[in-house]
């Protein structure tokens, strides 16, 4: 496991999307041409970091998230889907889309030091919310920080089943 690697993407700079510059997983909205959520997972990451995954290298899904927008819950949920591969891969992101796509080992994202708390206003309240420094402008927090630390504890999970065996 010490080997793994987590693909993430700094989102394109883009006036209308409040997200712009920040750090995610590819995917996005299910489109009415996609046959599944699953469909719409590898639509999204084709179109963003141009990576056909196929079917045969889905691990599996951690849990949905409800979706919010400044604290409300809107009426969609996010369904995060992990594939693991050991093919190589030509990177092609789409500039309107994304503006970096990088690996960091699952070593580095445990790494406490790399553990911090980002400071975010919003509506003229300051939070401080837990979140993880990559050598990026923005740290990872926020939506992609809980999906990750749920990969993060279920590959840990996975590991101590392994040393068991």
């Known amino acids: 496991m010490d080997n793994l690697e987590v693909g993430f993407i700094e989102r394109a700079a883009n006036d209308s999307d409040r997200w712009a510059g920040h750090l995610a997983f590819p995917g996005g909205k299910k489109e009415d041409s996609d046959f599944s959520d699953l469909g719409a997972a590898l639509r999204e990451t084709f179109e963003e970091i141009g990576v056909d995954l196929l079917p045969e290298e889905l691990m599996g899904r951690i849990n949905d998230i409800q979706a919010r927008k400044h604290g409300t819950m809107l009426e969609f949920f996010i369904r995060p889907f992990v594939f693991y591969t050991e ?13 970096d796509f990088f690996w960091v080992s699952v070593n580095e994202l445990r790494n406490p030091q790399r553990q911090m708390k980002y400071e975010l206003k919003r509506d003229g309240v300051t939070l401080h919310v837990p979140a993880i420094s990559l050598d990026h402008e923005q740290p990872l927090w926020g939506l992609t920080y809980i999906m990750t630390m749920e990969l993060l504890d279920l590959l840990e999970k996975q590991q101590v089943v392994e040393n068991s065996l």
Do not use: A, G, Y
């Open 87 to 99: 093919r190589d891969f030509n990177i092609t992101l789409d500039p309107r889309e994304v503006s």
